[in-house]
C-alpha cells in the first residue's frame, strides 16, 4: 500500500536516449510534483501538477516534459538525455498546495547517464 | 532571491546524545514557513518538521525541536536522544508566503547527520 510510488527505481541508459519516469499516489491527493536531486543532494522543484494544470515549471530544459494522464500519475519524460541529466529524481504530491498540507516523496528513480 | 544555507556538510552524534544542525537563510519577506526535511539511506524524503514565521513559539515534534530567531534567520534543529534510525541527510527548507504551493520548497545543501551506537 506504498503511497507514492516510482518506477523504475533506476535508470541506466546512454547519451541521446528517450526516457520516463512515472510516478502514481494512491492518496487522493490534487497536486503532484518532480524534484532533482543532483549528486551533491541539491533538490529542486522541477514540475508540479493540480488538476492536471501546470503551475510551476522552474527553468528546466524542455528536453523534460511532465505527463499526467490522470489525477493519480504524474510521468516525466526526458529526451535526448545528456550527461548533466544523471541524478536523483523525486516524485511528489499533497492535498493542497497549501503550506500546511505535507508533501509525500516517492523513493526516488536514480538516473545515470552513461 | 530566496537562498537557504546549510553550513554542516556531516555531522556525528552518539546514541542518546543530543545534536542540533544548523540553517540560515536570506529573504526579504515577512511571512514565509521553514521546514526540516530527513532523508535516509532509503531515499525517501520525510516532512520531520515546520514553523510559521509569524509564530513566536518554536515547534516541536517529539525529540525534535527547532530554534527559530526570525531576526537572526536562523532556523535550527535540535534531536534529543539521538536514535540509530535518525541517521540520513537533513534538509532545511524555506517557503514564501504568497498563498502559493508548497512546491516552492528552496532547500539548503543538507546535512548529512551520522548517529554512531
Known amino acids: 500500500d506504498t503511497a507514492v510510488s516510482q518506477t523504475p527505481k533506476y535508470l541506466v541508459t546512454q547519451m541521446g536516449n528517450d526516457k520516463s519516469i512515472k510516478c502514481e499516489q494512491n492518496?487522493?491527493?490534487?497536486?503532484m510534483y518532480w524534484y532533482k536531486q543532483d549528486s551533491k543532494k541539491f533538490l529542486k522543484i522541477m514540475f508540479s501538477?493540480?488538476?492536471?494544470?501546470?503551475?510551476i515549471n522552474e527553468t528546466v530544459p524542455n528536453r523534460f516534459s511532465p505527463k499526467s494522464p490522470d489525477k493519480a500519475h504524474l510521468n516525466l519524460h526526458i529526451n535526448s538525455l545528456e550527461l548533466g541529466d544523471s541524478a536523483v529524481y523525486f516524485c511528489?504530491?499533497?492535498?493542497?498546495?497549501?503550506?500546511?498540507?505535507?508533501?509525500?516523496f516517492g523513493n526516488g528513480t536514480r538516473l545515470t547517464v552513461t | 532571491a530566496q537562498t537557504v544555507t546549510q553550513s554542516q556538510p556531516e555531522m556525528s552524534v552518539q546514541e542518546a546524545e543530543t545534536v542540533t544542525l544548523s540553517c540560515t537563510y536570506d529573504?526579504?519577506?515577512?511571512?514565509?514557513?521553514l521546514f526540516w526535511y530527513k532523508q535516509p539511506p532509503s531515499r525517501q524524503m520525510i516532512l520531520v518538521i515546520r514553523?510559521?514565521?509569524?509564530?513566536?513559539q518554536n515547534a516541536t515534534e517529539n525529540r525534535f525541536s527547532v530554534n527559530f530567531q526570525k531576526a537572526a534567520k536562523s532556523f535550527s534543529l535540535k534531536i534529543s536522544d539521538s536514535q540509530l534510525g535518525d541517521t540520513a541527510m537533513y534538509f532545511c527548507?524555506?517557503?514564501?508566503?504568497?498563498?502559493?504551493?508548497?512546491?516552492?520548497?528552496?532547500f539548503g545543501k543538507g546535512t548529512k547527520l551520522s548517529v554512531k551506537p
Open positions: 511528489a504530491s499533497s492535498q493542497e498546495t497549501g503550506w500546511n498540507s505535507p508533501l509525500h
Open positions: 492518496l487522493g491527493h490534487d497536486t
Open positions: 501538477y493540480n488538476n492536471k494544470e501546470l503551475i
Open positions: 529573504t526579504s519577506e515577512n511571512n514565509y514557513y
Open positions: 514553523q510559521e514565521a509569524y509564530k513566536q
Open positions: 527548507a524555506f517557503m514564501k508566503d504568497y498563498g502559493g504551493s508548497q512546491g516552492n520548497l528552496i
